[in-house]
């Protein structure tokens, strides 16, 4: 197993996804002789996961049954444990897709905080692109490049202890992309212009408040950066349910035989629906977007 290269059966060492019901998974190291508790009872590794096929329905000792599925970025998003604000699969797809990230890419990001975004660039710019990630707090540092060895991304990633604001990205003339999602991302922009490429590249920077997106914007126009865009994606999940439908009672039939009908109309239509959701998951931040042009 790797996050970023599938393999068919669960082995020891390997991080395995538990998936325990809608809404509801958990990672799992999978070790020889260790045991997991779950809701639905214990899960034994040797017998239960150790050689067994991903995505096998493992039966608790409770009876109760759960799925073990191969990590993925996406899912590792949701199981993770959190030291930080993270961001969801929502604005990391756009992310992905409008910083134009691609297998061979060169990436700096800041900061790495939980590690959700680097999870999905790295598995992107693999087998032969490069992270560069900074990370100022030293212990989320050291979590942080602890959990890419255990998922075995680590040749493709390089954590940076230090104030990206003051200090940079620690390297100068390589990206192919910048991303940052720190508090005051203006003071990183000209640090984000001299880590890219000289044919130039492109930036996102994630901030929840207007404010912190005006300063950067003015930021990147001072750099010299063009085609600057902020944008927000918000996600509707829609529920698939059947629902019955009365009817509509147009009063009583007029019969030919000039009996008129009276019993009342009780008739309904039963069919498949999806519903917008009541509740919807509110804002996260603004995404704003740039390129550095060629120089
Ligand atoms: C919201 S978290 C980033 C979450 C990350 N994008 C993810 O998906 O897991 C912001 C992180 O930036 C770090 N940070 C803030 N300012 C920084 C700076 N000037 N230099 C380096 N890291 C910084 C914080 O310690 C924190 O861990």
Redesign the pocket.
Known sequence: MSFVEYSDCIQDGDVAIVYLGHNSVMPVKVQQGAQTQTRYGVIRHSSDLIGQPYGSKVTCSKGGWVYVLHPTPELWTVALPH?????YTTDIATITMMLELKPGSVVCE?????????HAILRTIAPTGHLHT????QQ?AEKVQEEFTEHRVDHLVTVRN?????DGFGVTGVADAVFL????PW??VGHAKAAMKRQGGRLCS?SPCIEQVQRTCQALVDQGFQEINTLEVLLRIHDVRTVSLPLPDFGPDSRSDGVEETSPNHAAVSLKTTTPPREMPGHTGYLTFATKPRT
């Not at 900074?134 to 707090?137: A, P, T």
């Not at 999602?181 to 005051?184: E, N, Q, T």
């Open positions: 030291r930080t604000q993270i961001l800041s900061g790495t905080g939980s590690g959700s975004l680097s900074v990370e100022f707090h989320r230090q104030d990206v604001c003051k999602d720190i508090p005051s003071e990183a994630f």
